[in-house]
């Protein structure tokens, strides 16, 4: 009796195809998907909602084949310009890939002026998010452009110097349902517009106004938004107490504060903000306070609910962990970067009471030792970030306890930090979830230590080895075979590195940002054979790669085609 065998895909039912590409989260693998048939490329363009365009010259086509889009993101694309709008809205049906657009990302867009923007906005109705920072040309005419999305509610203006009072007029009065606004770095806007602001959206949640002329004038107006909910004013070497005292009984909803790098704020200010907002969730004051008042730490006693705590730069003691411990058990987050006074004993008491802790920053603690790291990993077992730092007591033995105890360990920082070496690299490879590892400086660990980190810690993304002298091409060998999935590696001043180590990397297919610096042993056909593979590179650093000659760039030129910044000598290239 014969069978006759079914095709698979004639049992797959669409909804099922899409219920299993909805599972694909790595681009690398939707890549593979699309690729398997037909069926499956259709099914991958009916349901993708986000898309990033690396070449312009793909646009049009891509937005053919993807009409059910939620978030475009241009941001890579600096050619595009009002003729390509022109071209994408007379050659493409815009009434299928806009019609269900809600985030536009234009960031650094530098060829697009008011006239394409006009146009694209009008052909997007239902935009809610644009992102135009860092674009050199826009200025009020184009924010004119802009205010024609009645129904946005987030913008991001970072550092369009062009803009003033008067396109931040346009806007706001344009788009009254603003939830969130970033004006970083706009240097002509002043009081005027940001008074205008308050009164007309009544609905912002989050603003950004870092690096500006803020005055108490400004705190004044802004502490009349009732809905605020997050306040970032970094660097704003205006705002002063005064300022901060305007906001203790304005802003009833505010959670989230950074004033990090105001150098006229003191404790007596924070501690003011803090008597009006004891439901505070952030604090951010780096680099801005110098050392903390007894009323502040007495304050800090009702800062219940705190998540987040950044201090780095200040001089504390261990009364103020002491205080922390106590009362702020929800904190996920504390950043004491360069803080002086930082003792183990102060860090045992913090983790003793904050064992939610999830990310703690103690880069250039210098006085930190094995006692402290292992009170941490012995208390903090939910730990995702670690930076380290100039921490140069730290030895193989806490790295033990960070490998026994912080299984979901995903960042530490350990540059800097002389006592690291081969043995405490084997342990640290316990972590297997380790996303990030710095180990910049680290002149005791050779390939062996590397050997185990890649033998352990497949989920890898980011490696920095900078002059890690011993480090040679047999690491190289290993981490190609064990790190596949690794983006971003940093070899600078590794003297050992060869062509062969080259040519090992060639098979980290998803390596994307590259530092070779000063490896005075590779050489063109090293190079030639890395890009051969490494077909995602976009940045690369070859200064003082003296014996790299054009067949390498040759090479480079025509395999790269990702590539976005190469640097070489005193000679750096935005592609």
Same mark, same amino acid.
């Given at each position: 009796m014969s069978t006759q065998s079914t095709p698979i895909l004639s049992v797959l039912t669409e909804d099922l195809l899409i219920r299993v590409n909805e599972k694909l989260v790595q681009d690398s693998d939707r890549k593979i998907w699309r690729l398997i048939c037909k069926e499956f490329h259709r099914v991958d363009s009916i349901t993708r909602k986000t898309l990033r365009v690396l070449h312009v010259e793909f646009l049009l086509t891509?937005?053919?084949?993807?009409?059910?889009?939620?978030?475009?993101?241009?941001?890579?694309?600096?050619?595009?310009?009002?003729?390509?709008?022109?071209?994408?809205?007379?050659?493409?049906?815009?009434?299928?890939?806009?019609?269900?657009?809600?985030?536009?990302n234009l960031s650094r867009?530098?060829?697009?002026?008011?006239? =394409? $923007?006009?146009? @694209?906005?009008?052909? %997007?109705?239902? !935009?809610?998010?644009? *992102? +135009? #920072?860092?674009?050199?040309?826009?200025?009020?005419?184009?924010?004119?452009?802009?205010?024609?999305?009645?129904?946005?509610?987030?913008?991001?203006?970072?550092?369009?110097?062009?803009?003033?009072?008067?396109?931040?007029?346009?806007?706001?009065?344009?788009?009254?349902?603003?939830?969130?606004l970033s004006l970083k770095w706009c240097m002509e806007i002043s009081y005027l517009g940001v008074e205008l602001l308050c009164k007309k959206c009544l609905e912002l949640k989050f603003l950004d106004v870092s690096y500006l002329k803020v005055t108490s004038d400004w705190l004044r107006s802004i502490a009349a938004l009732s809905k605020l909910e997050d306040l970032a004013m970094v660097g704003c070497s205006l705002?002063?107490?005064? =300022? $901060?005292?305007? @906001?203790?009984?304005? %802003?009833?909803? !505010?959670?989230?504060? *950074? +004033? #990090?790098?105001c150098d006229c704020v003191s404790s007596s200010g924070l501690t003011a903000l803090i008597r009006g907002h004891n439901g505070l969730l952030q604090i951010d004051a780096g680099h801005a306070i110098s050392e903390f008042s007894g009323n502040f730490v007495e304050c800090m006693q009702e800062l219940k609910n705190l998540n987040a705590i950044i201090i780095d730069g200040a001089r504390v003691s261990d009364t103020i962990f002491q205080t922390i411990s106590s009362n702020c058990k929800s904190l996920i987050e504390i950043g004491l970067s360069k803080c002086t006074g930082v003792t183990n004993m102060g860090i045992m008491q913090l983790v003793s009471g904050c064992v939610n802790l999830k990310t703690i920053n103690l880069t250039c603690c210098r006085s930190i030792t094995d006692a402290a790291i292992s009170a941490i990993a012995d208390s903090c077992r939910n730990l995702l970030r670690l930076k380290l730092e100039s921490c140069n007591m730290v030895t193989e033995k806490s790295l033990g306890h960070l490998g026994l105890h912080c299984a979901l360990l995903e960042e530490l920082d350990?540059?800097?930090?002389?006592?690291?070496?081969?043995?405490?690299?084997?342990?640290?490879?316990?972590?297997?979830?380790?996303l990030c590892l710095k180990l910049g400086l680290c002149t005791n660990i050779s390939d062996t230590g590397l050997f185990y980190i890649a033998s352990n810690c497949s989920q890898l993304h980011e490696l920095d080895l900078y002059r890690c002298t011993g480090i040679g091409d047999d690491g190289l060998a290993a981490l190609s075979s064990g790190c596949k999935k690794l983006r971003k590696?940093?070899?600078?001043?590794?003297?050992?590195?060869?062509?062969?180590?080259?040519?090992?990397?060639?098979?980290?297919e998803e390596l994307s940002d590259l530092e070779l610096r000063a490896l005075d042993k590779i050489t063109g056909a090293g190079l030639a054979a890395l890009v051969t593979r490494c077909k995602r590179l976009a940045y690369l650093d070859l200064k003082y790669c003296e014996r790299v000659d054009d067949t390498g760039f040759w090479a480079l030129a025509y395999y790269s085609r990702n590539l976005r910044q190469v640097s070489n000598h005193n000679v750096e290239l935005g592609l």
């Open positions: 891509l937005l053919k084949n993807y009409t059910n889009l939620h978030t475009l993101d241009l941001s890579v694309c600096p050619c595009i310009e009002d003729g390509t709008i022109t071209l994408l809205l007379h050659r493409v049906d815009h009434s299928m890939w806009a019609r269900n657009l809600k985030f536009l867009a530098n060829g697009l002026k008011f006239s =394409g $923007l006009e146009m @694209l906005v009008g052909a %997007c109705k239902g !935009l809610e998010s644009v *992102d +135009v #920072s860092y674009c050199c040309g826009f200025g009020d005419r184009e924010a004119a452009a802009i205010s024609g999305c009645g129904g946005l509610k987030e913008l991001r203006m970072d550092k369009c110097l062009g803009v003033s009072d008067v396109g931040l007029a346009k806007i706001v009065v344009g788009c009254g349902r603003l939830e969130r705002v002063n107490d005064v =300022g $901060l005292q305007f @906001l203790e009984n304005g %802003c009833p909803l !505010l959670q989230k504060i *950074d +004033v #990090s790098r350990l540059t800097d930090c002389f006592g690291v070496n081969d043995r405490g690299l084997e342990r640290l490879s316990r972590c297997s979830k380790l590696l940093n070899l600078s001043y590794c003297f050992e590195v060869t062509d062969k180590g080259m040519k090992s990397l060639g098979y980290l």
